[in-house]
């Protein structure tokens, strides 16, 4: 790309770049009210702008951790409000903002960075792999009748929305993660403010109280189109055990004047259907990737995570940033870059895609994705890189 200037925009050119962004989601300006609490989802020094003799290209992120099998977190970066003029993409303007956000990254000495694709083609070139994945069901509230063991679940309170970014944000900070959660920043959490007070219908906050104080939570709209049923739709739901999980259902199905509870990009391994008498209450309705996933720091991330199982050296590829490839002894030590001959070969994509549990080496392998020296290693790579739960990160940035 010639002829263009790439830098760090000032705060007086960020509701510019939002424009941008939104215009290229095809989305209207964000209006004065809400820009002036978007504008707090911004972390200063973070959204990067490319300029002919006018801006034509963003992205920015926002530092977070992310959470990997074995519970540390890793130091990551949020990337979001990536977006090109629509009279100029396909002449490079993205491929040089994420030449110059890798750059950031590594001077800010950013582990891992994740983002939510708005279509499938565009960052595997980056090296982002598919790391977490959603899926989305409607609940059949007339049909969804708790099975007798399941537990009571402690008490539910309503909270109004001017309370909810401090107790929400108290309580997810408290609550385990699973691999691919991330720490919500306090710029996310301006974001989550901003957006309860956005849509039409209104929004309802729920908490559950466990024995230590709020232990899960759920926001959800109701809305019914004329005629039609009443839709409870789920917005955000953690929790941090079976009570918790438990007493935040037996509030749902209690609430009246719906027909349908509808879960958007839940965990692949959640299991709402086997609450119900009739399983089939709970009818998967769709789904697919949730985050991407970039390892930048190939080594700190592969020594930040729990190996299980027998130790194997594995050879990564990484033609955007070099410095990553290489081959590497990973066991239940940890992991160390070493000179052995490696028993596995994949693209640091790939390895992202397995990285946090979500995709099994020997799927991977099925795919062209990986390729295993000797077809018996499949056995060890999986147990190597398996993960207790399914990687889900639950967090929309
Ligand atoms: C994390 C987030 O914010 S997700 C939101 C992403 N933004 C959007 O979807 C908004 C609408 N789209 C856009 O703004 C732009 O088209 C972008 C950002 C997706 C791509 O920007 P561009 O400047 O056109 O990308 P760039 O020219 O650097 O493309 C690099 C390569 O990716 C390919 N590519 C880029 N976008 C796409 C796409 N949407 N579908 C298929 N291929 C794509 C290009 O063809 C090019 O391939 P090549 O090197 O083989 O020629």
């Known amino acids: 790309m010639t002829d263009h200037r790439t830098r760090v925009l000032r705060e007086d050119e960020l509701r510019a770049a939002s424009t941008l962004f939104r215009a290229a989601l095809h989305i ?216 918790a999980f438990a007493g935040i259902w037996r509030y749902l199905l209690s609430v009246d004047l719906v027909d349908e509870i509808s879960l958007v990009y839940r965990p692949l391994d959640e299991p709402v259907d086997l609450l119900f008498t009739d399983p089939r209450a709970c009818r998967v309705t769709g789904g697919g990737d949730e985050t991407w996933l970039r390892l930048l720091d190939v080594p700190a991330a592969l020594a930040a995570r729990r190996w299980a199982g027998e130790p194997l050296v594995i050879e990564v590829m990484d033609p955007v940033l070099e410095h990553n490839t290489g081959r590497y002894l990973l066991s239940q030590d940890g992991a160390v870059r070493t000179d052995e001959p490696s028993a596995v070969r994949l693209g640091v994509d790939a390895l992202a895609m397995a990285y946090l549990g979500g995709w099994r080496p020997s799927a991977l392998a099925r795919a062209g994705r990986l390729w295993f020296a000797q077809p018996a290693t499949a056995r060890v790579a999986d147990q190597l890189f398996a993960a207790h739960a399914a990687p889900w990160c639950g967090t929309f940035f």
Request: proline content about 6%.
């Open 28 to 243: 209207k300006p964000a209006p004065d009210e809400e820009w002036d609490r978007t504008r707090h989802a911004y972390q200063p020094g973070r959204t990067l702008g490319v300029f002919d003799d006018a801006l034509i290209g963003t992205a920015r992120s926002t530092d977070s951790d992310l959470t990997v099998p074995g519970g540390a977190p890793v130091r990551s970066a949020a990337v979001t409000g990536v977006g090109v003029r629509a009279d100029r993409t396909r002449r490079g303007v993205l491929t040089e903002l994420m030449r110059a956000q890798f750059e950031d990254f590594a001077e800010r000495g950013v582990i891992a960075a994740n983002l939510w694709a708005s279509e499938g083609p565009i960052y595997g070139r980056f090296g982002y792999g598919v790391a977490t994945h959603g899926r989305s069901s409607t609940v059949n509230r007339r049909q969804a009748v708790l099975r007798p063991d399941v537990p009571p679940g402690g008490e539910v309170e309503l909270i109004d929305v001017d309370a909810a970014r401090t107790v929400l944000a108290e309580s997810y900070a408290r609550i385990s993660r699973r691999s691919g959660m991330m720490a919500r920043p306090d710029h996310w959490w301006n974001y989550f403010d901003g957006a309860l007070r956005r849509g039409d219908d209104p929004v309802t906050i729920a908490v559950h109280h466990g024995r230590h104080g709020v232990d899960g939570f759920v926001v959800y709209r109701v809305g019914r189109t004329a005629g039609g049923p009443g839709v409870l739709t789920v917005e955000d739901l953690h929790y941090d055990d079976t009570a």
